[in-house]
């Protein structure tokens, strides 16, 4: 499956999750920038790369792959090699290469071996890591890529209704519902976006049903209802197209009293 663009937003959402995966403090994201670079006059682009703010920290650059190239390593080291050349960049380096599975690696290679003796170069197998790191948010989303076609949607439905009691603010549940729609895509590359989103849109109930969502859904049709009103459209239509009762659509129709003014007697 293509997971390319889901771990560019992964880990633009949620940094601290690539430091958790090395083995450094989550508090360290707070230093980098991430960003998705290509790499000029060639073909090649980074899945990303995270640039410190000081010049003590590493650069580190994040490679995941999810399928068994034997050529990897030499695409992944000149793709680093051509960048470092291109960019005035006085940092030390290190490449951190995610796999699924310990198969899906092709090997260390003779030409490449000193890097990995270095240290240059950290892989991480995500079925080695311990359960408890696995299941703890945000890394839990990772769980999808690994399931197979039959298991995902359970794994889904457990996801979510975790969701509302993980990240409390709608805007934040609403990037993980995009993350995990984009993991179902690539999952299911026959289906479109609309039918995955159908597929999974019972699952959301819970998020729905929270009292935070329900208060930012109905502040958003407010807005909408009172823009409405302004434009002439009838009262009736606005209940119908926001959902609002006539009651609240009555409020928000009404206009202030005029202010009356204030007579002011002159002294004799």
């Known amino acids: 499956m293509k997971t390319d663009s889901f771990f560019h937003r992964f880990f633009r959402e949620f940094p601290e999750a690539f430091f958790t995966l090395i083995g450094v403090s989550r ?48 695409r992944l080291f000149a793709e680093i090699y051509i960048y470092l050349a291109q960019h005035n960049i006085s940092n030390d380096w290190r490449a951190v290469v995610i796999f699924p599975k310990r198969a899906f690696d092709p090997g260390v290679h003779q030409h490449y071996r000193e890097l990995f003796e270095s240290g240059r170069v950290m892989c991480i197998y995500l079925e080695d890591l311990p359960a408890a790191q696995r299941e703890r948010f945000p890394l839990n989303l990772l769980q999808i890529i690994s399931d197979s076609e039959q298991q995902v949607l359970t794994t889904v439905k457990k996801l979510t209704r975790k969701l509302p009691k993980q990240v409390r603010g709608m805007r934040g549940q609403r990037k993980i519902v995009e993350l995990l729609v984009t993991l179902l895509m690539g999952k299911f590359p026959q289906l479109t976006r609309k039918e995955i989103e159908k597929m999974v849109d019972p699952m959301f109930l819970d998020i729905r049903k929270s ?58």
């Open 27 to 74: 508090h360290k994201a707070k230093s980098y920038r991430f960003t998705s670079v290509e790499v000029k006059e060639t073909a090649f682009r980074f899945d990303g790369i995270f640039l410190p703010k000081t010049k003590s920290d590493l650069v580190y650059f994040v490679e995941v792959q999810f399928q068994k190239l034997p050529r990897f390593y030499a």
């Open 211 to 268: 009292r935070a969502y329900q208060e930012i859904a109905g502040e958003k049709a407010r807005e909408i209802a009172k823009s409405m009103l302004k434009k002439k459209m009838a009262p009736a239509l606005v209940e119908e197209l926001t959902g609002l009762s006539a009651r609240e659509v009555r409020a928000l129709n009404k206009k202030p009293a005029p202010r009356k003014k204030l007579s002011v007697s002159r002294a004799a």
